[in-house]
């Protein structure tokens, strides 16, 4: 049996044929479990659970302290349950996280197949939900405030969620074939802020997918996938972009453009700040709903409603160690070509109740991005919002509020 569920004796070309599936005692046809489960208690752990197990100690004796989990969904929950199990018996502080999509008519489970890996045990899933709706932002005609609201509609992915802008499966943000806009892409102009977005959103981890520092298009046929705008996962291959990074193995980015990398130091600076504790461990709140009707939030030509292409939430931790932001807003201009002057930020109620009612100005310092540090009247923040100024095209902001 393939990868996918596929007995055959002739597999397609569309076929995983270059995958066998393991027969962890789940009969797909029937949905019938023939190993121990809630109902059936007694049933003998198959074989192929403790092969599978050696497998992963002969890792871990190697040092590896973290595994992910391909295409999770279609492996049953109760194996992976009695595998991390054991694979914590041998290191507690070992990493677990699942590939894994709910709306995959393969998976085991009939409910919300990600919180039930969650519940076996995973560290994280992918939360494709969050990355699927700020990518149809550009090439499906869909709003920002659609990915607010997956984020604040479940709260369970808001905290264990693996957010990514690029994995091995989606298109490469700055390929040819989508993140489209006019026309021609725009990803590799708004990546950076499309990373800051996804990345800073939630207490779980974060991608940063190989070459993505560096702006690699995927472009060209390097085999079996064809040019799919998707580096390699089947053929030998090489990035072009990370090829200049790693410069003979000098790893001194001599064989990249200055553009190329200004991206990667920027992308350096992120990585360190979504690291923080604000953001690690913080609460969030969306900023879709206080703003929806804030006019100055981003709304360009005739827009009545705010958040078609502006975007971004606040993290809080009112218990922050000394001299770690407590309050720290995300926002950005998902606009690949306009501008946002004037722009200004409504702080939802919750926040408040941490910044405090005191008389003296709010001090907004910058994190991350080109804005410049100022202080705010808290009577203008309250009723007007927080002042920005202009969010360029693309441009992304990280400030902290005391």
């Known amino acids: 049996m393939t990868g996918n569920n596929t007995a055959s004796w002739n597999p397609s070309i569309d076929t995983w044929y270059e995958t066998v599936k393991v027969n962890y005692g789940f009969n797909f046809t029937t949905r019938t479990a023939l190993y121990p489960t809630l109902q059936n208690p007694d049933a003998a752990v198959p074989r192929s659970w403790f092969i599978v197990d050696e497998i992963v100690a002969h890792w871990q004796r190697m040092g590896v302290d973290g595994f992910r989990v391909d295409m999770a969904h279609m492996v049953p929950p109760e194996f992976m349950s009695w595998l991390l199990a054991r694979s914590r018996a041998r290191n ?7 590939e894994a999509y709910d709306d995959d008519p393969a998976k085991v489970v009939g409910g919300n197949t990600l919180h039930s890996l969650l519940s076996s045990g995973f560290d994280s899933v992918y939360d494709d939900g969050s990355y699927d709706r700020l990518k149809n932002v550009y090439d499906g005609g869909g709003w920002a405030n659609d990915m607010a609201d997956w984020i604040s509609g479940d709260r369970i992915l808001g905290g264990l969620g693996l957010r990514y802008a690029e994995n091995h499966d989606e298109v490469r943000l700055a390929s040819a074939l989508d993140w489209r806009f006019g026309g021609s892409n725009v990803g ?24 993505q520092e560096t702006g690699e298009p995927a472009g060209g046929i390097e085999g079996f996938g064809g040019n799919d705008g998707r580096t390699t996962i089947f053929d030998y291959w090489s990035m072009p972009t990370f090829t200049g990074w790693v410069n003979d193995h000098r790893y001194d980015g001599a064989g990249l453009s200055p553009e190329q990398r200004t991206m990667r130091l920027n992308y350096i600076d992120l990585v360190r700040l979504a690291r923080l504790p604000v953001f690690a461990a913080g609460a969030a709140w969306t900023l879709a709903d206080a703003n929806r009707t804030n006019p100055s939030f981003g709304r360009l030509g005739d827009e009545t409603v705010s958040g078609h292409w502006a975007t971004g939430h606040v993290r809080v931790l009112a218990d922050a160690p000394e001299g770690q932001p407590r309050v720290a807003v995300v926002i950005a201009n998902l606009h690949p070509t306009a501008s946002m002057p004037d722009f200004t930020v409504r702080l939802p109620d919750a926040v408040w109740e941490v910044l405090g009612d005191a008389e003296t100005p709010l001090q907004r310092r910058t994190l991350w991005g080109s804005l410049a540090d100022a202080d705010v009247a808290r009577t203008t923040a309250r009723t007007e919002g927080v002042p920005v100024g202009t969010i360029g095209p693309g441009e992304a902001f990280i400030f902290a509020l005391r």
Do not use: E, I
Request: hydrophobic content about 55%; aromatic content about 16%.
């Open 92 to 98: 507690p502080d070992v990493f677990w996280v699942a």
């Open 188 to 211: 590799s102009r708004t990546g950076l802020a499309v990373s800051a977005v996804l990345w800073t959103a939630g207490r779980g981890p974060f991608l940063l997918y190989a070459g």
